[in-house]
């Protein structure tokens, strides 16, 4: 079975500090991982992902994530926040064992940044 | 990149009645999926539409109560039938990217239905 863990449903950080979302995984196989945000009233937009290779990934709008196989965690990261950052963010997996297969989401986490 | 339109974009129902939600993308894709999302809740897949067989629904879902229309690789409809508060909700649809759902594909998603069901 697939599955995502997002331990925070809040995370509040003022403007300008670093930012850390934290997701972890269960898979099977391989993992290959996603992260979505949602602003308010709209669809979820993609922001990166991990297939393979090195394990930092950088994505849209500054925002980068660390694959760590060892600790099966794939947190999203941002060196400065803004408050335009405000929204609900997803994590999401794919076991490689389970292609041609919808995405599994995380609960997502809430993420408030503070001016 | 898909991108994928929905109608409605919100709708206010009352208990009983029905509604069909559309959902159009600008390219053809083998596999559509249906999520529901609760307010401040995450995704729950609905189902998976594939063009030219029956939708496969996920536990807890079934076809009387959401009925799929799948006529082409465009084009899908989710209709949520008989509905009571408890279906008020986000309805989203989504398409695997890169032109199939290789486990390495991300998805794309619509911008959403937001039905209230009085």
């Known amino acids: 079975a697939q599955s995502v863990a997002q331990p925070e449903d809040q995370v509040n950080v003022a403007e300008g500090n670093p930012l850390t979302v934290k997701c972890t995984y269960s898979?099977?196989?391989?993992?290959?991982l996603f992260w979505y945000v949602q602003y308010p009233n709209r669809g979820l937009q993609f922001l990166l992902k991990?297939?393979?290779?090195?394990?930092l990934v950088k994505g849209s709008y500054g925002f980068e994530a660390e694959f760590n196989k060892s600790q099966t965690s794939f947190h999203l990261k941002k060196p400065s926040a803004l408050v335009s950052d405000s929204a609900l963010y997803f994590c999401?997996?794919?076991?490689?064992?389970?292609?041609?297969?919808?995405?599994?989401f995380g609960k997502g986490t809430r993420l408030s940044v503070i001016a | 990149s898909a991108v994928i339109s929905q109608k409605p974009s919100r709708d206010i129902c009352q208990r009983g009645t029905s509604l069909t939600i559309q959902c159009q993308v600008d390219?053809?894709?083998?596999?559509m999926f249906w999520y529901r999302q609760q307010p401040g809740q995450s995704l729950t897949l609905i189902a998976t539409?594939?063009?030219?067989?029956?939708?496969?629904?996920e536990s807890g879902f079934v076809i009387d109560k959401f009925p799929i229309s799948r006529p082409n690789l465009t084009f899908s409809t989710l209709t949520v039938s008989n509905m009571s508060p408890e279906d008020s909700s986000i309805y989203l649809c989504?398409?695997?990217?890169?032109?199939?759902?290789?486990?390495?594909?991300?998805?794309?998603f619509g911008p959403g239905t937001r039905l209230t069901v009085l």
């Open positions: 989504s398409v695997p990217g890169g032109g199939g759902a290789g486990a390495y594909n991300e998805q794309f």
């Open positions: 898979v099977s196989g391989n993992p290959y």
């Open positions: 991990y297939i393979t290779g090195d394990n």
């Open positions: 999401a997996v794919r076991d490689i064992l389970f292609r041609n297969t919808p995405l599994v």
């Open positions: 390219s053809q894709v083998t596999m």
């Open positions: 539409a594939n063009q030219g067989s029956e939708a496969t629904y």
